[in-house]
């Protein structure tokens, strides 16, 4: 969904896929200058996690805490094997790990986003964990967590300026593919509309993203 601002990356899958249940992941651009005009640094960067969190959940802050780090690396490492991308230690640009209640206007039920922004003349992403999100219902944490670092790890290697250029659906289609998430959500989706026209789940790759298209980006992923 572009915006005049920028453009957000919404995301879906509870545990329960069944049920469908939507929550919305997005990705938010916010830049001081034009994103061309921002630069990676000359050397690589340690992913941070804030560990800053003053929600109503504690607990289960303290489990995200500590499962967060023991997963990333080797999260990392599985999606460049899955996705023949290269694997680095280190980011390109800063990317920093926060824990919240509630997200962006809009996306208010996300589980996750991220925030791309341009301060100091450098591009940055914050990628943040919705505790209270989590706390609803629990998900199945690794595969949302391979979905968002998708995004992230496509934004650090083609850069500030061409990741806005890429098409939504090539986003998506890739976290899916990625975080291993396709083909539960095709059969979930299939099921789901099996009483009504094809056309609902394929309606074509441009125009209007809405939830059941993330099926039809991961087919022109796998097909591609």
Known sequence: MRKRNGFRLPFLLPRSVRFIGLLWLGVVVLSEKPFDDLSASDGRHDWVLNQDYSGSHPDTFERL??????????????????????????????????????????IENALAYVLLSGQGGEFRQDLFINVAAYEREKYNFEKVLAHELVHAMVNDVVGAKATLVLPLWFHEGLAVYGADQGEQMVRAYVQRVSQQSHRVLFNGLDGPHGALDYAEDYLAIKYI
Do not use: K
């Open 65 to 106: 805490r500590t499962e967060v780090p023991i997963l990333m690396r080797q999260t990392l490492i599985d999606l460049s094997v899955q996705l023949g991308l290269p694997f680095n230690e280190g980011w390109r640009y800063p990317l920093v790990v926060h824990f919240a209640d509630g997200a962006p206007p809009g």
